[in-house]
């Protein structure tokens, strides 16, 4: 009997660390991790949760977006979104069609939202000489 039992405390074991492991592996904050490190692009967000912040990595730079609910002719959306970055110094050699990039890429997810970009990157933005 006890060694039945220990057995089945071995399997329960095994498929614990499977899933722990599985768990891991997919989890999106470690590819956001691994991308910012590696400097490659990965959106990072709860679109159903409106109170979390979303997060992008891109070219070695971490932005960070905060939501604002708001209403539309016919719901309520995210109206408006403020990124910022969390180190300038990483923002060097990006240009303004990386920010244009980038924009695009958050209205894939929240389409009737205003994207508001925070110092430097706003200075950069309202400068019209494309």
């Known amino acids: 009997m006890a060694l039945l039992l220990f057995r089945l405390l071995?399997?329960?074991?095994?498929?614990?660390?499977?899933?722990?492991?599985?768990?891991?592996?997919?989890?999106?904050?470690?590819?956001?991790?691994e991308a910012y490190e590696k400097g490659q692009y990965y959106f990072y967000d709860?679109?159903?949760?409106?109170?979390?912040?979303?997060?992008?990595?891109?070219?070695?730079?971490?932005?960070?977006?905060?939501?604002?609910?708001?209403?539309?002719?016919?719901?309520?959306?995210?109206?408006?979104?403020?990124?910022?970055?969390?180190d300038t110094m990483k923002l060097q050699g990006l240009t303004k069609e990386d920010f244009y990039f980038l924009e695009k890429e958050i209205l894939m997810s929240y389409p009737k939202a205003k994207i508001n970009w925070k110092n430097p990157i706003e200075q950069l933005m309202k400068n019209q000489n494309v």
């Open 10 to 33: 071995i399997i329960i074991l095994i498929i614990y660390i499977f899933y722990k492991g599985v768990r891991f592996l997919t989890d999106p904050k470690r590819k956001l991790d």
């Open 46 to 86: 709860d679109v159903k949760n409106v109170r979390k912040n979303f997060f992008i990595s891109y070219k070695g730079a971490l932005f960070e977006g905060e939501k604002y609910l708001g209403t539309t002719e016919d719901a309520f959306e995210v109206v408006s979104i403020f990124v910022w970055v969390h």
